[in-house]
């Protein structure tokens, strides 16, 4: 069965942090692109960031740059969304995804996405 499990949400005010992880199971974490889609209220859902773990090459939206960082420990299969000087902006329930690596040109795509999370929702307050 496969399951991406997010934690690390919450409240936060603006200008703060917060770190998101994604533990993967289920399948081969080497043969996959994680990544990270977000959904505000009333918006469509949005991609934030991926990590090929096979080079660590990363990916990320030009709305996140420079503020979030996006790692991987394959040891564990876990994926982290380090998210720093957080805007009202960013508030979303954040999602951890997974597609085949084939597919990497499309990270943005919600179509190109084989799983997804259950997601964990980030509020920033202004």
């Known amino acids: 069965e496969v399951r991406l499990v997010e934690s690390g949400g919450g409240l936060v005010q603006a200008g703060g942090s917060l770190r998101l992880s994604c533990a993967a199971s289920g399948f081969t974490f080497d043969d996959y692109v994680i990544g990270w889609f977000r959904q505000a209220p009333g918006k469509e859902r949005e991609g934030v960031s991926c990590?090929?773990?096979?080079?660590?090459?990363?990916y990320y939206a030009d709305s996140v740059k420079g503020r979030f960082t996006i790692s991987s420990d394959n040891a564990k299969n876990t994926v982290y969304l380090q998210m720093n000087s957080l805007k009202p902006d960013d508030t979303a329930v954040y999602f951890c995804?997974?597609?085949?690596?084939?597919?990497?040109?499309?990270?943005?795509?919600?179509?190109?996405?084989?799983?997804w999370g259950q997601g964990t929702q980030v509020t920033v307050s202004s």
């Open positions: 990590i090929s773990s096979s080079d660590d090459s990363t």
């Open positions: 995804v997974a597609f085949r690596r084939i597919l990497l040109r499309l990270w943005r795509v919600p179509s190109a996405v084989d799983y």
